[in-house]
C-alpha cells in the first residue's frame, strides 16, 4: 500500500510551515523528501507521524486515514520513524531500548502483568526473540546488555533503525540517517538502507541533506522550498533543475553554478512533475 499526501497544509498561527503538499510514496520504494534548512521537511514527517495535525489536506497508507490520528495509532498502522538527533533511552540497555518498542504489540496490559499471567510471560518471550533476532541483523547482538549511550555514534544509529523494526512496520522514515556520520560511514548507507528495504520489505521515506546518499540510493524525490513544492522527479531530474538549485545555493548563486545544471523546469500541477 502506497503513502498518499493530498493537499496538505499546516500553519503554525500566522506561520504556513507547509502549503498544499501533495505526494505518492509507492509501496516498497526508496523516496527522497529533500529541501534546504526551514523547508518544512520535519514538519511533514510529524504530520505523517500523527505529532501535528493537519489544517487541510489529507495523509492516508492504503485505506487509513492518519491526518487524524494520534502518533500511537499511527504506529499501529504501520509507521515508524528514527529521528535526526538520536533519541535513545540512554538509561536502558540496547536490549531495553528494542524492547521499548513492543508495547503496541503485547496481549498482555497492565493487569496481566500485575496478575503475571501466562500471556503476559508469552509476550517477554515473543517480544524477547524478535528483538535479539534484530539485534543480529543489525550485528549488535554482542552488545545486547550495554547502556546504549555507551555505543559509538554508528552503532546508535542503527540500534534506533533497529527499535523502528520492532513494531514491523509497512513505511519508514528515516530522519537524516547520515547526520553525523563521517564519508566512509555516508558512503555505506545507501547500501544499508537499500538493504533495508528488500529485507524487510519495507517502503522507504528519507529526509536527508547529504545529497551522495539521496541521489543514490532514492529512486524519486520530492522538493520542498518555504513548506511548498518545487520540484518531483528522479534524481537526475531533480539535481539538474534549475529551481532547485537556486533553493540550495540562493540566487546569487545561481551564475557560478555549471550552465548544465541549469535546464528548464518542467511545470508542477498539483505537486507533481510534469
Given at each position: 500500500?502506497?503513502?498518499?499526501?493530498?493537499?496538505?497544509?499546516?500553519?503554525?498561527?500566522?506561520?504556513?510551515?507547509?502549503?498544499d503538499?501533495?505526494?505518492?510514496?509507492?509501496?516498497?520504494?526508496?523516496?527522497?523528501?529533500?529541501?534546504?534548512?526551514?523547508?518544512?521537511?520535519?514538519?511533514?514527517?510529524?504530520?505523517?507521524?500523527?505529532?501535528?495535525?493537519?489544517?487541510?489536506?489529507t495523509?492516508?497508507?492504503?485505506?487509513?486515514?492518519?491526518?487524524r490520528?494520534?502518533?500511537?495509532?499511527?504506529?499501529r498502522?504501520?509507521v515508524?520513524?528514527?529521528?535526526?538527533?538520536i533519541?535513545?533511552?540512554?538509561?536502558?540497555t540496547?536490549?531495553?531500548?528494542?524492547?521499548?518498542?513492543?508495547?503496541?504489540?503485547?496481549r498482555?496490559?497492565?493487569l496481566?502483568a500485575?496478575?503475571?499471567?501466562?500471556?503476559?510471560?508469552?509476550?517477554?518471550?515473543?517480544?524477547?526473540k524478535?528483538?535479539?533476532?534484530?539485534?543480529?541483523?543489525?550485528?549488535?547482538?554482542?552488545?545486547?546488555h550495554?547502556?546504549?549511550?555507551?555505543?559509538?555514534?554508528g552503532?546508535?544509529?542503527?540500534?534506533?533503525?533497529?527499535?523502528?523494526?520492532?513494531?514491523?512496520?509497512?513505511?519508514l522514515?528515516?530522519d537524516?540517517?547520515?547526520?553525523?556520520?563521517?564519508?566512509?560511514?555516508?558512503?555505506?548507507?545507501?547500501?544499508?538502507?537499500?538493504?533495508?528495504?528488500?529485507t524487510?520489505?519495507?517502503?522507504?521515506?528519507?529526509?536527508?541533506?547529504?545529497?551522495?546518499?539521496?541521489?543514490?540510493?532514492?529512486?524519486?524525490?520530492?522538493?520542498l522550498?518555504?513548506?511548498?513544492?518545487i520540484?518531483q522527479?528522479?534524481?537526475?531530474e531533480?539535481?539538474?533543475?534549475?529551481?532547485v538549485?537556486?533553493?540550495?545555493?540562493?540566487?546569487?548563486?545561481?551564475?557560478s553554478?555549471p550552465?548544465?545544471?541549469?535546464?528548464?523546469l518542467p511545470?508542477?500541477?498539483g505537486?507533481q512533475?510534469?
Amino acid at each position: 500500500m502506497s503513502l498518499q499526501l493530498q493537499h496538505v497544509t499546516k500553519d503554525f498561527g500566522g506561520l504556513r510551515a507547509v502549503s498544499d503538499v501533495t505526494f505518492e510514496v509507492p509501496e516498497r520504494s526508496i523516496f527522497g523528501l529533500i529541501g534546504p534548512n526551514g523547508a518544512g521537511k520535519t514538519t511533514v514527517f510529524n504530520l505523517i507521524t500523527g505529532v501535528y495535525e493537519p489544517n487541510a489536506g489529507t495523509i492516508r497508507l492504503g485505506d487509513v486515514d492518519l491526518g487524524r490520528l494520534r502518533p500511537a495509532h499511527v504506529a499501529r498502522a504501520g509507521v515508524a520513524r528514527t529521528f535526526q538527533n538520536i533519541r535513545l533511552f540512554g538509561q536502558l540497555t540496547v536490549l531495553e531500548n528494542l524492547l521499548v518498542a513492543c508495547e503496541l504489540q503485547k496481549r498482555s496490559h497492565l493487569l496481566g502483568a500485575l496478575l503475571r499471567l501466562p500471556v503476559h510471560y508469552a509476550d517477554e518471550r515473543s517480544m524477547t526473540k524478535r528483538a535479539l533476532e534484530l539485534l543480529d541483523v543489525f550485528g549488535l547482538t554482542h552488545m545486547a546488555h550495554t547502556p546504549s549511550t555507551s555505543l559509538p555514534y554508528g552503532h546508535q544509529r542503527r540500534l534506533e533503525i533497529a527499535r523502528a523494526m520492532m513494531i514491523a512496520p509497512k513505511v519508514l522514515l528515516l530522519d537524516e540517517p547520515a547526520a553525523g556520520m563521517n564519508s566512509l560511514e555516508a558512503a555505506g548507507l545507501s547500501d544499508q538502507i537499500r538493504w533495508l528495504r528488500d529485507t524487510f520489505r519495507v517502503t522507504v521515506l528519507l529526509v536527508e541533506h547529504n545529497m551522495q546518499v539521496v541521489m543514490d540510493v532514492c529512486e524519486e524525490i520530492h522538493v520542498l522550498d518555504h513548506g511548498e513544492t518545487i520540484a518531483q522527479g528522479s534524481p537526475d531530474e531533480v539535481r539538474d533543475n534549475a529551481i532547485v538549485v537556486a533553493a540550495y545555493l540562493g540566487e546569487e548563486d545561481v551564475n557560478s553554478v555549471p550552465s548544465s545544471m541549469l535546464q528548464p523546469l518542467p511545470s508542477i500541477r498539483g505537486g507533481q512533475l510534469r
